[in-house]
């Protein structure tokens, strides 16, 4: 007859779940706690939802691409109403149009745009301030100096003579707003790369002969990734609401095209008409994307966040 210590074997057991943990990598950790934080997967769930969406939503009746007037007699109060049978599920618009279709567009739009601008304004602020960070000296001096002038001017200001001189356009806009909200990336980047840059790895590179450019590239920015991640997705919900904020003054998406700011525009307009559907189906899908963003951007600065492994 064989005897088990349990003690030993509870101990081994412990030091092997021990060891399991310790061994998995950053990345596998970090995707690890995510998955806890209920709140960020089910808004990650929700924006796959609202993509889904704006990608084949306009599939789902048969007013499909259709932003003509209807010729539907009557008062819109009346006629206008959403109706599943008419196959009009929001409802029309001010001009008759069909508002579930102009809702599958804005929102395609505004997320066209917030994604777009963030991603410009992370691509731009990442290398501008991963060099001023690296090279140091009067370089990062004459480098930051520049963001602190530029950061000193209104952002509205600034998108709405580019939109006025420029054109009033959707590329204009996916310029403008990235263009301008990248300053902020810049300063993180910088700080983070000043931290980075005299570790060993770095030191390595620098006594093999490798090019400045080069180790910024592969050295300093794929350690960054983590910080650019969450703050890409922090900084969507902001692209979202200049854009929507542009709109809604008239200066952003022009006819026929929209977005959910402008959709959410014509619907306060009309709220003293009895059509209050107009505001309510744009403005639950604004503020369902924006909480999204802002729970799946804090729920992965928690899983990204070595202090809190």
Do not use: C
């Amino acid at each position: 007859m064989t005897f088990v210590d349990k003690d030993a074997a509870e101990e081994r057991q412990g030091h092997a779940g021990h060891d399991q943990i310790a061994g998995r990598s950053l990345w596998a950790d970090a995707r690890h706690r995510f998955f806890q934080n209920k709140a960020a997967v089910v808004s990650m769930v929700v924006l796959l939802l609202i993509l889904l969406f704006a990608l084949f939503g306009g599939y789902l009746n048969e007013h499909n691409g259709q932003f003509i007037d209807f010729t539907i007699g009557g008062n819109l109060r009346e006629v206008g109403k959403p109706s599943i049978e008419n196959g009009h599920y929001f409802g029309l618009d001010q001009d008759k149009r069909d508002l579930y279709s102009r809702t599958v567009q804005g929102t395609r739009i505004s997320l066209l745009v917030g994604v777009l601008g963030a991603l410009v304004a992370v691509v731009v602020g990442t290398l501008y301030g991963a060099i001023a960070g690296y090279v140091g000296g009067k370089t990062d001096s004459i480098m930051m100096r520049a963001v602190d002038i530029l950061m000193s001017i209104p952002f509205m200001f600034v998108l709405i003579i580019l939109l006025v001189i420029f054109g009033r356009s959707i590329g204009m806009l996916f310029v403008g707003i990235g263009l301008i909200s990248w300053l902020d990336m810049s300063r993180i980047a910088r700080g983070q790369t000043l931290s980075i840059k005299n570790k060993e790895f770095v030191e390595a590179a620098i006594a093999t002969g490798v090019a400045p450019m080069t180790i910024i590239l592969r050295h300093i920015v794929p350690n960054l990734l983590g910080l650019v991640i969450v703050y890409a997705t922090l900084l969507v919900p902001g692209m979202i609401l200049a854009e929507s904020f542009i709109s809604f003054l008239g200066l952003g998406v022009q006819e026929p095209n929209t977005s959910l700011g402008a959709l959410i525009n014509f619907g306060a307009q009309n709220m003293a008409y009895g059509t209050l559907w107009m505001l309510y189906f744009p403005l639950a899908f604004f503020v369902l994307i924006l909480t999204a963003f802002y729970f799946v951007g804090d729920g992965l600065r928690d899983a990204l966040d070595p202090k809190d492994r």
